[in-house]
T-cell receptor
Framework: AQSVTQPDIHITVSEGASLELRCNYS??????LFWYVQSPGQGLQLLLK??????LVQGIKGFEAEFKRSQSSFNLRKPSVHWSDAAEYFC???????????????FGKGTHLIIQP | SQTIHQWPATLVQPVGSPLSLECTVE??????LYWYRQAAGRGLQLLFY??????ISSEVPQNLSASRPQDRQFILSSKKLLLSDSGFYLC???????????FGPGTRLTVT
C-alpha cells in the first residue's frame, strides 16, 4: 500500500525567505504526486501535480516541486514566501485511474506553515 | 467550468442523532466522488468513494454510510452519531481520465 510522510509538522519562515516542505512517499510503481494547500476552515486547493516527464513541476502561486525517484521524494519549494502563504500543506500520492486508482489519494498528515513578519 | 458544493457548512448535532451531508458537482458528468474526514493532526482519511450511481466503496468500517442517488450527488449519512464522528468532512471529485481531485469547501461537524 502506498504511504506519504511529511516529516515536519510545523515550519516557521520569515516573509521573503525561501521555503522547502518535505514529502517522502512509498509506492511500488511510478506514483502520481500532488501538493495541496488548505487555509483554515477551507477545502483543499491543488497547487501542482506530477504524473510523468519533467521532474521539476511548476504550480500556482509561485510554487514548484521536484520529483526525485532515487530519494522517493517530492519536495515543495518557493523562492520567496508571502504572509498569505500561511496555511496547511498536504502531499498526496495516488495510483492513477489506469492502475485501478479510483480509490482515492493517500495524504500525508500535513505541514503547518507559519510566516513571521 | 466545474464547481463542487457541500452543505451545510457547519453542523452541531447531539450524540445519537442522525446525519445527512450533501455534496453536488456541477459542470461535469459521471465524476468519481469521494468523502474524506479530516481530524486535527491526522491528515485526511478516505471514507467512501463512488465511480457511478449506486456504486459505493467503503474504505473504513464505521458508523457512517454513503449513497449516490444521482450522477453528481453524493450523500454521507449516519443513523446515530458518535462523539468520534466530529471532524471536518470533505467531498472531492475527479474526472474519469484525469486524476487530480478537486475538493469542496467542507462541512465542520461537531457532535456534542
Amino acid at each position: 500500500a502506498q504511504s506519504v510522510t511529511q516529516p515536519d509538522i510545523h515550519i516557521t519562515v520569515s516573509e521573503g525567505a525561501s521555503l522547502e516542505l518535505r514529502c517522502n512517499y512509498s509506492y511500488g510503481a511510478t506514483p502520481y504526486l500532488f501538493w495541496y494547500v488548505q487555509s483554515p476552515g477551507q477545502g483543499l486547493q491543488l497547487l501542482l501535480k506530477y504524473f510523468s516527464g519533467d521532474t521539476l513541476v511548476q504550480g500556482i502561486k509561485g510554487f514548484e516541486a521536484e520529483f526525485k525517484r532515487s530519494q522517493s521524494s517530492f519536495n515543495l519549494r518557493k523562492p520567496s514566501v508571502h504572509w498569505s502563504d500561511a496555511a496547511e500543506y498536504f502531499c498526496a500520492v495516488g495510483a492513477g485511474l489506469s492502475g485501478g486508482g479510483a480509490d482515492g489519494l493517500t495524504f500525508g498528515k500535513g505541514t503547518h506553515l507559519i510566516i513571521q513578519p | 467550468s466545474q464547481t463542487i458544493h457541500q452543505w451545510p457548512a457547519t453542523l452541531v448535532q447531539p450524540v445519537g442523532s442522525p446525519l445527512s451531508l450533501e455534496c453536488t458537482v456541477e459542470g461535469t458528468s459521471n465524476p468519481n466522488l469521494y468523502w474524506y474526514r479530516q481530524a486535527a493532526g491526522r491528515g485526511l482519511q478516505l471514507l467512501f468513494y463512488s465511480i457511478g450511481i449506486d456504486q459505493i466503496s467503503s474504505e473504513v468500517p464505521q458508523n457512517l454510510s454513503a449513497s449516490r442517488p444521482q450522477d453528481r450527488q453524493f450523500i454521507l449519512s449516519s443513523k446515530k452519531l458518535l462523539l468520534s464522528d466530529s471532524g471536518f468532512y470533505l467531498c472531492a471529485w475527479t474526472r474519469d481520465s484525469v486524476y487530480e481531485q478537486y475538493f469542496g469547501p467542507g462541512t465542520r461537524l461537531t457532535v456534542t
